[in-house]
């Protein structure tokens, strides 16, 4: 089974920086797509920023120039890096993999988040 530990949420004040992580488990030798989702109350989950296998990445027009996603696909893990944080950016932030082949040689398709990470901020 697929599992998802996000670590790196917490407090920033305006203009200040945050660092997420997401590290995937499960007997897996690769990952199709990794990322990042976000939810507001009483709204969808959004897209925040993704990257695939191969390293190209796409970004919510809110967060470019001011996040940047990257990975270790020896670790399993993305990272968001969220600089000049605004308080409409407070938000619980999802980490998201999808297409992963494990060790076995065998493609699960599934879509797995994990549990989510307060992020929050404000002065």
């Known amino acids: 089974q697929v599992q998802l530990l996000e670590s790196g949420g917490g407090l920033a004040q305006p203009g200040g920086s945050l660092r997420l992580s997401c590290a995937a488990s499960g007997s897996i030798s690769r990952i199709n797509v990794m990322g990042w989702y976000r939810q507001f109350p009483g709204k969808e989950r959004e897209l925040v920023a993704v990257?695939?296998?191969?390293?190209?990445?796409n970004f919510a027009d809110s967060v470019k120039d001011r996040f940047t996603i990257s990975k270790d696909d020896a670790k399993n893990t993305v990272y968001l890096q969220m600089n000049s944080l605004k308080p409409e950016d407070t938000s619980v932030y999802y980490c998201?993999?999808?297409?992963?082949?494990?060790?076995?040689?065998?493609?699960?398709?599934?879509?797995?988040w994990g549990q989510g990470t307060q992020v929050t901020v404000s002065s």
């Open positions: 998201n993999v999808v297409g992963i082949w494990k060790d076995n040689y065998k493609f699960d398709p599934s879509a797995y």
């Open positions: 990257i695939s296998r191969t390293g190209s990445t």
